[in-house]
């Protein structure tokens, strides 16, 4: 019983170690060259939200959920024009200057 109490509270330090720093946002996803307009990115999916100081900032997406030039559910097709976006909220961390996404659910409308 001792080990399997041992292993409980291993197992819930390393999840806790493992999210660490990840917290859900209220974002937009859009295109980083055509919305977001972040220097360097070619179409593909990035992620705009507040910043600490109440400003919008804009990242690009990074990680397992990214496929090709969209994400997780979210076709490039609806995000690549000027000013078009989808709300979701996202839940990640910054990391190298992108978003690294864990998890993103797109809200219905």
Known sequence: MKKLTTLALAFAFTAFIALA???PVEAKIV???C???IAG??????V???????KEVSYLLS??????KGCEGIGHGTICKPGSS???HVTGKVVDGK???TKIVAKKK
């Open 41 to 46: 990115a070619g179409c593909s999916a990035a």
């Open 31 to 33: 295109c980083g060259k």
């Open 99 to 101: 978003f690294n996404a």
């Open 48 to 54: 705009t939200m507040k910043g600490k100081d109440g």
């Open 35 to 37: 919305t977001a307009k």
């Open 86 to 88: 989808v709300a979701a």
């Open 21 to 23: 720093g990840e917290k």
């Open 63 to 68: 990680g397992k959920l990214v496929k090709g």
